[in-house]
C-alpha cells in the first residue's frame, strides 16, 4: 500500500516512521550482531551450532538460514522507509519543515538498512520509493548503493534537529557521523575526517569516565537510558528485549550478570595474541571474565559488557554510534589525511585511552601516547588496536577489518587466529528466497 494521504498530519507521520524502527530492531537484537562479532579475529564462535560462524570459510546450512533472517529484517526496514519517503509529502496538516525531517529520518534509518547490506552481501537489489512495486529486481553495483546511502545522509544531516527529546531518534549529529563511517569504509579519508571532527567540535558529546571496570555499568548498563557518550542507538526493553546480552554470558551463571541463563554463542580466549598483549591496567581487559562450564575449556573468556541483574529480560541499549567510536574514526582519518599523526588526532584517540585506564578522559595522563612517537603507519596500527579492544562486543571489528582490504583483514585474521580466510567469508550468501522469487537476480556470491 503506497497511496496514504495522512490528513492527521504529524502523529500518523511519526507512526509511520517508528515502523522502520521495528525491523531494525529486530535485526540488531541478537543474530545479526553475533554473526558479525563472530567474524571478528578476537572473538570466537561458541558451542554447537555457532562454532563454524567463526572459521572464515562458506557458512553452514545453519549459518546461511541465520543470516538470511537479517537479510529479510533489513529489507523489510528498507521497504517501510520506502512507503514513508513517498508518502509524508502528501500529508495535508504537516509543516514543510516537519516533513523534511520525518523523510529525513526515514532516509537515515534506510542508509542504515543499506550500509548493512553492501558490507555484509556487496551487491545487492537497490529498492527505493521509485521502484518498490516491481518484485524482480536485479543486483544494483556496490557504487550505486553507497550513492544511494550517500544521498540520504546528506539530506539527513540537512534536515534532522540537533537534539531530540526521545533518546533512540537520530539527530543531524547522527547523520554526520555515520556519512563519516559510510566514508571511512570506502577510504575517502578527507571526507570521514571533516565530518567527524564536526561532531567533536559539536560540543554536543563527551565520553563517560570510569575508575573501575565496574563503572563501565554507567555507560552500557540496562537501566542507562542515555548517556553523553551516546550518537545514536537501538533501545530495547524487557517485552522487547535485547537477546544479544544472553549470548555473551554461559547457561551456567544466570543470576550473577543476568537472570537468564546465557547461551555461550560468543567467546574469546585468554592465550591469543591480542588478550596476551592487552595491558593489565586496562580497565576495558576486565570485562572479560574466565568461564569453564557448559562444555568450555579451560581459557575461555565471556564478556560482561551487556549486563541486567534486575530485568527479566536483557533490557541494554546497543550502541551502533558512540562517541568513543567518533574519536577514533577521526584519529586513524585524520592520520591518513596529514600521512602522519596531527595533534587534534592524538588527543581524540587519548580521550578513550585515558578512560580506559581510568583516568579523566579531558586531562592529560600518564597513560597518554605522545605525538613524537609515532609515524603514519605506526600509528595507524595503534588505531586499529585501540578500536579492537574499544569496540569489543559492539559488532565492528569484522567491517574495519574489510575496510583494509583482504591483504590486511587476513593478516590480522592470520596472526589473532591462526587461520587462513577463504573467499567465501568475505560476503554472505544472497538467501534462497531471494533467488528462488526474483526473478532478476541468477548469481550467488562466491563459495555458495
Not at 27 to 46: H, K, N, Q, T, V
Not at 106 to 111: M, T
Not at 313 to 342: K, Q
Request: net charge negative; proline share 5%; hydrophobic share 35%.
Amino acid at each position: 500500500v503506497t497511496d496514504i494521504t495522512f490528513s492527521a498530519g504529524k502523529l500518523l507521520d511519526e507512526v509511520g516512521v517508528d515502523a522502520i524502527y521495528s525491523p531494525l530492531r529486530s535485526c540488531f537484537r541478537d543474530i545479526y550482531p553475533a554473526m558479525l562479532e563472530e567474524s571478528s579475529d578476537l572473538i570466537y564462535g561458541g558451542l554447537g551450532s555457532w562454532a563454524p560462524s567463526s572459521q572464515y570459510k562458506a557458512l553452514d546450512a545453519t549459518g546461511i538460514s541465520r543470516i538470511s533472517g537479517s537479510w529479510s529484517s533489513l529489507y523489510q526496514a528498507i521497504r517501510n522507509a520506502n512507503i514513508m519517503i513517498e508518502a509524508i509529502p502528501k500529508a495535508t496538516s504537516t509543516t514543510d519543515i516537519e516533513k523534511n525531517q520525518f523523510i529525513g529520518e526515514a532516509k537515515f534509518l534506510r542508509a542504515l538498512a543499506y550500509f548493512q547490506l553492501v558490507r555484509g552481501w556487496g551487491a545487492v537489489p537497490l529498492r527505493t520509493e521509485a521502484n518498490m512495486l516491481e518484485y524482480s529486481l536485479p543486483r544494483s553495483s556496490e557504487e550505486d548503493i553507497y550513492a544511494l546511502i550517500i544521498s540520504d545522509l546528506e539530506f539527513a544531516e540537512s534536515n534532522l534537529p540537533e537534539t531530540v527529546e526521545i533518546s533512540g531518534h537520530p539527530t543531524k549529529w547522527s547523520a554526520k557521523l555515520l556519512l563519516a563511517d559510510v566514508y571511512f569504509m570506502l577510504n575517502q579519508y578527507e571526507q570521514a575526517a571533516n565530518l567527524s571532527y564536526e561532531v567533536i567540535q559539536s560540543g554536543q558529546y563527551s565520553l563517560v569516565d570510569v575508575g573501575t571496570w565496574n563503572d563501565f555499568e554507567n555507560l552500557y548498563g540496562a537501566t542507562v537510558v542515555n548517556t553523553p557518550e551516546e550518537v545514536f542507538y537501538f533501545k530495547y526493553h524487557e517485552l522487547d528485549g535485547f537477546s544479544l546480552a544472553l549470548y555473551y554470558h554461559g547457561s551456567g551463571n544466570a543470576g550473577e550478570y543476568i537472570r537468564q541463563a546465557g547461551y555461550n554463542v560468543i567467546v574469546s580466549r585468554s592465550d591469543i595474541v591480542p588478550y596476551i598483549e592487552w595491558n593489565d591496567n586496562d580497565l576495558r581487559k576486565d570485562l572479560w571474565y574466565h568461564y569453564e562450564g557448559d562444555g568450555l575449556a579451560n581459557g575461555y573468556l565471556l564478556l560482561r559488557k551487556y549486563n541486567d541483574v534486575s530485568g527479566t529480560n536483557p533490557r541494554n541499549s546497543f550502541p551502533l554510534y558512540r562517541y568513543a567510536d567518533c574519536l577514533l574514526l577521526y584519529a586513524e582519518a585524520s592520520c591518513r589525511v596529514a600521512s602522519g599523526p596531527t595533534p587534534e588526532g592524538m588527543e581524540a584517540l587519548n580521550k578513550v585511552h585515558r578512560r580506559a585506564y581510568g583516568y579523566p578522559s579531558a586531562q592529560p595522563s600518564p597513560v597518554d601516547f605522545n605525538l613524537a612517537d609515532f609515524n603514519k603507519d605506526s600509528f595507524i596500527e595503534l588505531c586499529i588496536k585501540e578500536r579492537g579492544y574499544e569496540t569489543m562486543g559492539e559488532s565492528k571489528r569484522w567491517y574495519d577489518l574489510k575496510r583494509l582490504g583482504w591483504d590486511e583483514a587476513a593478516k590480522y585474521v592470520k596472526q589473532n587466529r591462526g587461520i587462513e580466510m577463504e573467499e567465501p567469508c568475505w560476503l554472505f550468501p544472497i538467501p534462497v528466497s531471494e533467488l528462488n522469487y526474483n526473478d532478476a537476480i541468477s548469481e550467488q556470491n562466491p563459495g555458495y
